[in-house]
């Protein structure tokens, strides 16, 4: 499978951006995908991620500001990203684990200014 990420920008401080991720193809709903983050300089870190029958999972930094959801018929993951701070700025990456296989999309800026 294969993941396309998008939506990533330059935003202010407090503001809002939406990130998307397009499969190649359809991923059950019960299959978890997530969405990742790494900051200049350092480690890739975990954001948020979703599956059905379960609520979803934030990382204290994100929670009560970001809104992970999927719409399975489109095949597409999203991240609702509201009240931006600059420590949110980095690259955004998409991901999910299929059988044995770890997928990753290639990765959207964001970027928050101050």
């Known amino acids: 499978v294969q993941l396309q990420a998008s939506g990533g920008g330059l935003v202010q401080a407090g503001g809002s951006l939406r990130l998307s991720c397009a499969a190649s193809r359809t991923i059950h709903s019960s299959v978890v995908m997530g969405w990742y983050r790494q900051a200049p300089g350092k480690q890739r870190e975990f954001v948020a991620s979703?599956?059905?029958?379960?609520?979803?999972n934030y990382a204290d930094s994100v929670q009560g500001r970001f809104t992970i959801s999927r719409d399975n018929a489109k095949n597409t993951l999203y991240l609702q990203m509201n009240s931006l701070k600059p420590d949110d700025t980095g690259v955004y990456y998409c991901?999910?684990?299929?059988?044995?296989?770890?997928?990753w999309g290639q990765g959207t800026q964001v970027t928050v200014s101050s």
């Open positions: 979703i599956r059905s029958g379960r609520d979803p």
């Open positions: 991901k999910t684990s299929i059988g044995s296989g770890e997928y």
